[in-house]
Structure formats: C-alpha cells, structure tokens
C-alpha cells in the first residue's frame, strides 16, 4: 500500500469487505435470500476505547454486537476519512484513483472518481434499497459526486468532515441534507443519524433487501456532547471526559439501531458489521489505541506493504495527527525529508514476534528487504498522482 496507511488495530478489514461484497454480488443476484447489511462506521475512535478491549469507557451495544460475532485483530486501514471511505465503497486502494494523501476538505474540487463502481450501486442492481446516514466525505464540490448520485437511493447526512454537532455547519458553511436538499432538522447528529437509520429500518418493505451505511460523525472533532453523558465520566480528565461521552452517545445509537432490526424481524437474515474509519488522534491524553502506534505514510515517498508475517515500511513517519490539517504536514515532512533524508528509511518487521513493531530487522534481513521492496516498486509505479497534489 503506497501513500498511506495506518499502525494500528480497527474493528474491521474495509478492504476485504468490499471486495468480498462486491465479488458476492452476482451470487447474490441469484440467491434466495438476500441477507440486509447495517454497516457502522464509527470516525477517529480509539481502537481501544471500547469496554470489552477493558477500556473505562462502557460500550454495552457494541461489546453484544463483538461478543455474538467475530472480532478481527489484524488488519489495516488507511491513515484518515477519506481513503479509508473511498476503500470500502470501491474495494481499491486510494492510489490507484488519486485520493492516498490527505482528506477531502470542503473547497476541494475534486471527489471520488465517477470512472469508479462503488459498492451501493452493485447491490441496488441486484435488488437492494441502497441507504446512507452520517458523513460522505468523498466529494461535494458538485452533485455528480454526492451520494444520491454514487448509488444510494437515500442519503441523510452531511458532506464535510470536522462538523459542529449542533449547528451542523463547518467553518460557517451549512452542511446537513436529505437527498440532496438542506435539511434543518434540530438536534445532536449522532441522535440525527442514529434515528434516521431506525426510521429507515422501520420503513423498509419485508420483501426487499437493505444495505444501510451508517458513516457517523462521531467521535471525530469538534469534541461536544450532550453534558448528561459525561456525568458518567466525572473521573476523567478535560478532553477525554467529553471524548468518553462521545463514545457512549455512540454506543446507544448502536443499540437503537439493533434494538429496530430485532423490533422488524430482520435479526436472522442480518449482516452487521461495525468499524472505526482509522485509530484515535492523541492517544494517551484524548483517546487511545492500546499498544499499537500512529503510523503517518501520507506522502509521495512513503508507504507500506506486508507479505505472510513480515512488513516493509519505507519512509515510515512515527506521528500523531490531526487529519484535517495532513496536507500542510505532508509538506512539511518531505521539505524535512529533503532537507535532512540523503537515502530512503527503510524498516522492516516480523510481524509474529513483533507485533507492535518496535525492532527495525532492516540491517539484519536485507534479502527479506530486497524481497518486499521489488514488491513494493510494482505497487509504486502503479499509483496515480494525489488529486490534492499540489
């Protein structure tokens, strides 16, 4: 994976499902029974700010959903919003459409490529009611790139990263919509998008399969809450009492929302799967990813690739970060890189006995590095330049 990845554990593969969607969907056009899939996203959650990862932070829905289900401890994102998104509705990595660097910031005019196939238009061509509650982040400089036109038949939500959970609004510019239309419906939008996804349940016919994406907002910054959430959390400090709050107000739409698919008879024949679009910003003082780091590649020299056990990481840049704000760093990292890199970083792991990566092998394995490096060229040479490229 070039441009972009991220050392750390989320719930769960957006690559893999995607592909294992998309490449189930001619099956499905033919299957008796097509399963319902309620995909949850959740935005910046600590990979281990859930309470059965023994987090003080008590997630009772979600730890139900992990405990009659499978939990997946290895795997990758990508390192922000917008590639991770544009992963999971395609089933490709970001390099090979421009979107491996950065997010998609509210002027940018540019979205998710129209030449791509996204997931929701597969599944509405084999019968599905195709829905989408939360946050796009894939484009909106014109409609051609909003949800309504990338395959869901529904779309409630907001374009923007970074939006005020009251005012519904980012830098002064309103962004809450229903099918394409300003919306200003009141209220919290972690309540909004968590009761829109039951309204959508309730309403959908018995006879006809549901995808129904829930992309949250929540827990991403701006850090706000409802204060009756904290008042759990009076132990916690500053920013991550209000964090803690964030992530329960989470937790109970989740419940709403399962709570709505027990209430329609839909359980049986029901796919959920539950994720975080990438790790925890500030770990350790807001929010926390246990033992596994931040690993920002968000530049066109740097990337990762992993093979069996072992993992090549080149020009890897050990940070934390605010993803709003990573394309003024990828400037600043290659401006230091030049100024103070004369050859490439290279680190290698062995994942099996490291798996948090803490010991470089790189000078002790140079035919493994030889190795995963030609691998790694191919994949290189095949990336398209970052739409946000400058």
């Not at 990862?53 to 917008?82: H, M, W």
């Not at 998710?112 to 196939?117: A, D, F, I, T, V």
């Not at 609004?169 to 419906?185: A, I, Q, T």
């Not at 596994?292 to 590649?297: C, M």
Request: net charge positive; hydrophobic share 35%.
């Amino acid at each position: 994976m070039k441009h972009g990845n991220f050392r750390s554990i989320s719930t769960f593969t957006k690559l893999v499902c995607s592909l294992t969607f998309l490449f189930a969907v001619r099956a499905l056009s033919t299957a008796a029974e097509k399963p319902d899939i309620v995909f949850i996203l959740a935005d910046d959650l600590g990979s281990y700010d859930v309470s059965w990862r023994g987090s003080e932070i008590k997630t009772p829905n979600l730890d139900k959903l992990a405990a009659r289900g499978a939990k997946l401890e290895q795997f990758y994102v990508q390192p922000v919003c917008s590639p991770t998104r544009s992963s999971l509705l395609t089933g490709r990595y970001p390099m090979r459409y421009g979107l491996q660097v950065g997010v998609i910031r509210p002027w940018a005019n540019y979205g998710l490529s129209l030449e791509e196939r996204t997931l929701p238009q597969a599944l509405r061509e084999v019968g599905y009611t195709t829905a989408i509650c939360g946050k796009w982040h894939l484009g909106s400089f014109d409609k051609s790139y909003w949800p309504n036109a990338r395959g869901f038949d529904k779309f409630y939500g907001h374009l923007f990263g970074a939006l005020d959970y009251y005012k519904h609004d980012r830098d002064g510019k309103f962004d809450w919509y229903r099918d394409g239309e300003p919306n200003h419906d009141l209220g919290y939008t972690t309540h909004l998008v968590g009761n829109e996804a039951v309204r959508i349940l309730h309403g959908q016919p018995k006879n006809k399969p549901l995808f129904l994406y829930v992309p949250f907002n929540a827990v991403h910054a701006p850090l706000q809450v409802p204060e009756n959430y904290k008042v759990p959390y009076a132990n916690l400090l500053g920013a991550r009492q209000t964090y803690a709050g964030m992530v329960a107000a989470l937790d109970e739409m989740v419940g709403q929302i399962v709570a709505a698919v027990d209430e329609t008879g839909r359980r049986k024949n029901t796919l959920f799967i539950f994720s975080s679009d990438n790790g925890g910003p500030r770990p350790g003082v807001i929010t926390s990813n246990g033992p596994f780091e931040i690993l920002i590649n968000a530049t066109p020299d740097g990337g990762a690739i992993r093979v069996g056990d072992w993992k090549l990481v080149v020009n890897g840049n050990k940070n934390d970060f605010d993803e709003e704000k990573t394309e003024d760093k990828v400037a600043k990292v290659n401006a230091k890189k030049k100024r103070d890199q004369a050859k490439v970083q290279i680190e290698l792991f062995d994942l099996e006995n490291d798996p948090y990566e803490k010991l470089n092998l790189a000078e002790t394995k140079p035919e493994k590095v030889k190795d995963l490096q030609v691998r790694y060229d191919v994949y290189a040479r095949q990336a398209v330049r970052p739409k946000n490229a400058k």
